[in-house]
């Protein structure tokens, strides 16, 4: 199982490197927030669920819905 502080450290990790505020927004999808100001062309987004250490059945649809932004 991942800590949830590592995830955490992700997360601030790529909202420094691409130059992403603070602020978030949630996102439509449950549990996911995305992250403002990043410089253009990148986005961080950070989602958690009340879930154990498995992937959330509706993962795929949510992982599209990310990577969709960049086309």
Do not use: K, Q
């Given at each position: 199982?991942v800590?949830?502080?590592?995830?955490?450290a992700?997360?601030?990790?790529w909202?420094?490197?691409?130059?992403?505020?603070?602020?978030?927004?949630?996102?439509?999808?449950?549990g996911?927030?995305?992250?403002?100001?990043?410089?253009?062309?990148?986005?961080?987004?950070?989602?958690?669920?009340?879930?154990?250490?498995?992937?959330?059945?509706?993962?795929?649809?949510?992982i599209?819905?990310?990577?969709?932004?960049?086309?």
């Open positions: 199982m800590p949830a502080v590592c995830g955490e992700s997360r601030d990790f909202i420094e490197r691409d130059g992403c505020t603070n602020t978030s927004s949630p996102m439509s999808t449950r996911c927030v995305s992250y403002e100001g990043c410089r253009t062309g990148l986005a961080v987004a950070y989602c958690t669920h009340g879930g154990n250490h498995m992937v959330p059945s509706n993962a795929g649809t949510h599209w819905e990310f990577f969709s932004i960049f086309r």
